[in-house]
């Protein structure tokens, strides 16, 4: 049935659906990031290791919890942390890295213009807030920066909310992850190189984001996530030891982009060469098609003239005891033919 406008009622509701399921995803990516925000406030920033590490982990694993609560039997599925394309989650992660650290080196120069202060000067306000730790935090830092910071972190933004969000597209699915994990960074505040801070992360979390979505894995993220809090944790202790260790990312991401290319070209070759092999396939297989067609044709001939008379039938049976096995051999070579092209489109 046409309503008066035109429109079909069957995409009057399939639009309603798609509607609705849109408000559903929203509304479950807004409760998780309530959890995770609500969950922040639950950190104790005391000097007591035994108070101060267990009221961490609840902030970073109650939210994974909710996740769990929504999905159930799917949740590794849901936070993207399968085992499918880990080895091109890590290689996308290393790859992006030169990139992304080009850029950020652009826009950081840029912002601290704005700001009129110096990089130095912005790495020792952020050296001294964390200096102003406990040092025993310091140290919980360096492994806590892989787990429970960049697992929670990635398994709910780069995972969950934005696998959640693709409907919107790439784009604004990573844009709005972005901006969400973001809102939880609100503590840069306290530092005069907020705006600095920010922007920063909006590049690291645009980059974690770029690969969990090239990649379906967020396996590559947690890693260059927690190494990114690691080299800034590590700064204070040793400058050396960070500059080697980013040294060595940066020539393991030229490496990455390498094979990446690599792999690129090898999968565009692999894709003509399938498609000459179907091309030849098809011209093969109309030549066995006329081939065939024609040997019927005779057939059909030699069954007239015997019927008018014009053969003898020892004759007769011979040629179409001839003809048929011929027909029934070409029609083996059709199908053995059509099987091999089905396969090399696979």
Known sequence: M???LGIPNEVVAGKKQQGERLMNRTAKV??????????????VPSPNPWLRIPSELLV???PLAFIWHLT????????RLTRENLSGSILWALALFVVFFLLLGMASAAVLKLMGKSEQESREEFENYIKAQPQWYRYYLLPASFFPIAFSEEAVFRGYVLQTLLPLGPAASILISSLLHLSLHLWYFDLEAAPLLFV?????????GLVSYLSRNITGAILMHGLTNFLSILWGFSQTAASAIQTALLILGCFSIFVLVLSHLGRRFERKLREQMELNLQMNLRK?????????KMLAEIKKR?????????DFLRLRATYERRIEEVERVLSSRKERKESVRV
């Open 2 to 4: 046409i309503l008066v």
């Open 30 to 43: 807004l409760l998780v990031w309530l959890v995770f925000l609500l969950s922040s406030m639950l950190a």
């Open 60 to 62: 970073y694993l109650l």
């Open 72 to 79: 159930r039997k799917g949740f590794w599925k849901s936070i």
């Open 200 to 208: 920063q992360a909006f590049i690291l979390f645009t980059w974690f």
């Open 288 to 296: 066995l098609e006329r081939m065939r067609d024609g040997l019927k």
């Open 306 to 314: 015997y019927r008018r008379g014009e053969m003898e039938e020892k």
